[in-house]
């Protein structure tokens, strides 16, 4: 009976310190270490980031590219025929043609030749009836007026055609046409007879002339615009090279309305108003007539 009791003490105590080992309430550590250095690589990584995309918003100087605003059009020669154009700078030289009259009626009549029944408007209509019919003849102006400022305007119509594209022969012919029949047969037959050498020197000697500056003003905005190291000596250059164009650039830019000129040889434009009121003031009915009306919008 002893032995029995001492075996089995024996055995309950192997077996508390069995379980003793396999105790699930032991307390069990595990540790790791991360090189710090390791880790900040790491951390970098994971934030870095580079674009392969060739369209990024992300331009460098090199990349934008920006180009300069073009050359106003009275600068420029069209690749193609403007007629528009054509029309528009065609509206300014009636326009400053009949500025140019106006002014001729102040100067003296030494330089003009007019006298005081020239300067008289009164009439206007028979008087260029009569002035066209009895002519042309051989004129007394001023050499300077014949064989200068006559070629001079001759080329500035020869110009205004060549900015809108049309080449020498086209340009002589509208040069022709404009100082002919537009100013010497038109305007200016309204003061004087026409003139042989007006009509010979102008067109002709023009064209020359108009050439001649049509590629001084190409090879002065080639340049840069300067004349002799100045901007402001190579601005007046180009403006008496195309006096018209500018003109006409600067008129559009600032207005930006339109203009209509129409020939009327309706006494007074037909307006019977008008026509007997001046009758019943005393003014006499005129059967030739001829007169221009002009349209503005703004």
């Known amino acids: 009976m002893f032995k029995k009791s001492i075996a089995a003490l024996l055995m309950s105590a192997s077996a508390c310190a069995n379980a003793n080992i396999y105790d699930s309430n032991q307390h ?12 900040d690589t790491l951390s970098y990584n994971s934030y870095q980031y580079t674009s392969q995309d060739p369209y990024s918003l992300s331009l460098t100087e090199d ?7 073009g050359l106003p059009k009275y600068l420029t020669a069209s690749s193609e025929k403007d007629w528009d154009y054509l029309m528009g700078q065609t509206y300014t030289i009636l326009g400053l043609s009949v500025a140019t009259v106006g ?3 102040l100067l003296p009549e030494s330089i003009t030749k ?22 042309p003849v051989w004129d007394r102006d001023e050499h300077f007026l014949n064989y ?8 500035v119509y020869y110009t205004a055609a060549r900015h809108a594209g049309f080449n020498e022969f086209e340009s002589f012919l509208y040069s022709a046409t404009m100082s002919t029949f537009f100013w010497e047969y038109g305007v200016e037959a309204f003061a004087e007879v026409p003139s042989w050498q007006d009509i010979f020197i102008t067109p002709f000697f023009g064209a020359v002339v108009g050439e001649m500056m049509f ?15 100045s901007e402001t000596v190579g601005d007046v250059t180009l403006f008496f ?6 003109i006409h650039g600067w008129v559009s ?19 019977q108003d008008a026509a007997q009121f001046a009758m019943d003031a005393g003014a006499s009915y005129d059967n030739v007539f001829y007169g221009v009306e002009m349209k503005i919008s703004f």
């Open 241 to 246: 090279l195309n006096p018209v164009g500018h």
């Open 253 to 271: 830019d600032a207005w930006g309305g339109s203009a209509e000129f129409q020939y009327s040889s309706t006494p007074w434009f037909g307006n």
């Open 114 to 135: 007019w006298d005081e029944e020239d300067r008289n408007l009164s009439g206007l209509g028979s008087k260029w009836k009569d002035n066209v019919t009895s002519g």
């Open 148 to 155: 200068i400022m006559h070629p001079y305007f001759g080329g």
């Open 63 to 69: 990349n934008l590219k920006l180009e300069d605003p």
């Open 103 to 105: 002014l001729m009626t």
């Open 215 to 229: 590629e001084a003003e190409q090879d002065i905005v080639a340049s840069g615009g300067e004349v002799m190291g």
């Open 28 to 39: 069990i550590e595990f540790s790791y270490t991360v090189d710090q250095a390791e880790f």
